[in-house]
């Protein structure tokens, strides 16, 4: 009997009609069935100070103990400014720290985003990659995914209108699926 894995995932925006929460949904409902899911919030997290670092609050233990709690992270994320937005860049730096106790430290890892436009956060990805890269995390490196949304194609509720777009986001799901295997059959969590 095959065991199933839980995947923890961070959706990158704060927004109420984030087009990434979207593309979760659908990357949720399309991925394999020995996969569950588990958003890990970053919304009530306080700015990161190394200050804390000696006793953290509350909602940063709950946020570590979470990251402990999976067997692998998702990150569906736009980009801002070319880059990572703030309050997922903040929820990496609560979870990597205080130094030593890193939680990404050789947890599965994938990096996915939406935009409306054509690059799909193609830059905003390689600044998280680099970061994940510092903090150890074992990426998943191929295939890559960059999806431009449209509202013609993702609803609401996770539903793929288009065969090619859902095949391929299901195809990723799957090697994401043995991404997060091998990696665990080399460094067991916990």
């Excluded at 997290?45 to 709950?62: C, G, I, M, T, V």
């Excluded at 990572?84 to 609560?94: C, T, Y």
Aim: hydrophobic share 40%; proline share 7%; charged share 20%.
């Amino acid at each position: 009997m095959s065991r199933s894995y839980t995947v923890g995932y961070f959706v990158g925006s704060l927004s109420s009609t984030s087009i990434n929460r979207v593309l979760s949904r659908a990357l949720i409902a399309l991925a394999p069935a020995d996969l569950e899911f588990v958003e890990l919030p970053i919304g009530n997290l306080p700015l990161y100070s190394p200050d804390y670092d000696a006793d953290y609050p509350p909602e940063a233990r709950a946020l570590k103990e979470a990251i402990a709690g999976v067997d692998a992270v998702l990150f569906v994320s736009p980009e801002y400014n070319r880059s990572i937005p703030g309050a997922l860049k903040n929820a990496i730096d609560w979870a990597s720290r205080p130094w030593g106790q890193n939680s990404f430290d050789h947890v599965p890892a994938a990096v996915i985003g939406a935009s409306v436009g054509a690059i799909g956060t193609a830059v905003g990805q390689q600044s998280l990659r680099a970061v994940l890269s510092f903090c150890n995390a074992r990426q998943m490196t191929s295939p890559e995914a960059y999806i431009q949304y449209s509202p013609d194609v993702f609803a609401p509720d996770g539903s793929v209108g288009d065969d090619e777009t859902a095949e391929f986001l299901r195809t990723y799901m799957q090697e994401f699926h043995d991404h997060l295997v091998r990696v665990l059959t080399v460094l067991p969590r916990g």
